[in-house]
């Protein structure tokens, strides 16, 4: 049976918010420290699991990319960012099919 996560506390939820500004201000060793601190408390958490997606692949890791994003779908399946995110990590992995895939589900999620 699969260990249930454990909910984010007050301080793991400002450790976020310093985290995503560390990333937006270009300090990615400090945005990925935090964001794999808070996935070690809670491997399934949507955002994370996103934001440290598109910072691997800004980093050139597009393979944990497109894993640590579909890992951030399985639990927010509705989120037409993140199924853009992924056909951009598929499109920079070359997968044409799979990123215009991830792209119609996004479309089909908010089509305007």
């Known amino acids: 049976m699969a260990k249930k996560a454990a909910p ?14 560390a990333h937006q201000n270009g300090d990615t060793d400090t945005a ?11 491997p399934s958490h949507a955002g994370v699991n996103n934001f440290l997606g598109i910072l691997m692949g800004q980093k050139g890791d597009f393979k944990k990319a497109a894993k640590l994003i ?4 399985k639990t927010s399946p509705k989120n037409p960012a993140v199924h853009k995110n992924l056909g951009n990590a ?5 997968d044409l099919n799979k990123s215009a ?12």
């Open 32 to 42: 990925e420290r935090v964001y794999r601190q808070i996935l070690k408390k809670d």
């Open 90 to 94: 598929y499109k920079e992995l070359g």
């Open 70 to 73: 579909q890992t951030s779908i």
């Open 8 to 21: 984010l506390t007050l301080v793991d939820t400002q450790n976020l918010k310093l985290a995503i500004q």
């Open 101 to 112: 895939t991830s792209y119609q589900n996004a479309i089909y999620l908010k089509p305007d």
